[in-house]
């Protein structure tokens, strides 16, 4: 039963990465690309979250954890430089 | 009791990869960048959290080794979420400086906050404030 709801799960979250990879090539503003990839980073959580239990493996969740850290930084660190010009002051 | 604990986690894997669905085409739907904002704030940090407790029970009840990183992973996207939110709307409202001129007046002497100082701040607030909205 798990394997078919995984299978609902990798489905749904790799579509999600494509109306997402979508957003992120349409634009139209520059912010809307910066919200594409951050929300594109917590769907690739969700998959490596997914394929751990797939795997029935618990070596994938540092790398979820490496990518959620990332991602937040990524995101505050370009609204910083657009909002200010510089990241760190 | 595995029976229980399976339709559990399926349930929650289910109903994670659905609000991730919905948080994506909501972001694909909506017509301009604030409302779009909304989608992938709430419905994708719900599905991702789904996801992960979905996880944390498989472990903990399935396969018997209980781990501490999904509440983790959990506890630090909640938190990250709304802040990340909050920056990339402060930073389209500081770019499109036009949507200032549809803003209702707030009926006090300060105008609203990302783009005047709050009243009695800082020095170092008030140029955090009138710096951005004139760059």
Redesign the interface.
Same mark, same amino acid.
């Given at each position: 039963?798990?394997e078919? $709801?995984?299978q609902?799960?990798f489905?749904?979250?790799s579509? *999600?990465?494509l109306?997402?990879l979508?957003?992120l090539l349409r634009g139209p $503003?520059?912010?809307?690309r910066?919200? *594409?990839v951050?929300?594109m980073v917590?769907?690739i959580?969700?998959l490596i979250?997914?394929a751990?239990?797939h795997e029935?493996s618990?070596i994938f969740?540092?790398a *979820?954890?490496l990518f *959620?850290?990332f991602g937040?930084i990524s995101?505050?660190a370009y609204?910083?430089f657009?909002?200010?010009?510089d990241v760190i002051e | 009791m595995t029976f229980v604990l399976e339709l559990l986690v399926s349930l929650l894997i289910v109903g994670g990869g659905a609000f991730l669905l919905i948080g994506s085409i909501g972001m694909v739907k909506l017509p301009d960048l604030l409302t779009r904002l909304h989608a992938p704030t709430k419905a994708t940090t719900l599905g991702v959290g789904g996801a992960l407790v979905a996880s944390m029970v498989f472990f903990a009840g399935l396969e018997g080794t209980l781990s501490i990183h999904e509440v983790l992973i959990t506890a630090f996207l909640f938190m990250t979420a709304p802040i990340s939110a909050h920056f990339i709307a402060k930073a389209h409202l500081h770019e499109h400086t036009e949507l200032r001129d549809g803003l209702p007046p707030t009926g006090r002497p300060v105008g609203w906050s990302t783009f005047d100082a709050a009243p009695g701040a800082g020095e170092a607030d008030e140029d955090d404030g009138r710096r951005g909205a004139h760059d």
């Open positions: 039963m798990i078919y $709801a995984l609902f799960g489905a749904a979250a579509l *999600a990465l109306l997402n979508w957003r $503003a520059l912010m809307d910066v919200l *594409a951050d929300t917590i769907n959580i969700a979250v997914l751990g239990i029935r618990t969740f540092e *979820a954890l *959620a850290m937040f995101t505050v609204c910083r657009i909002l200010r010009g | -």
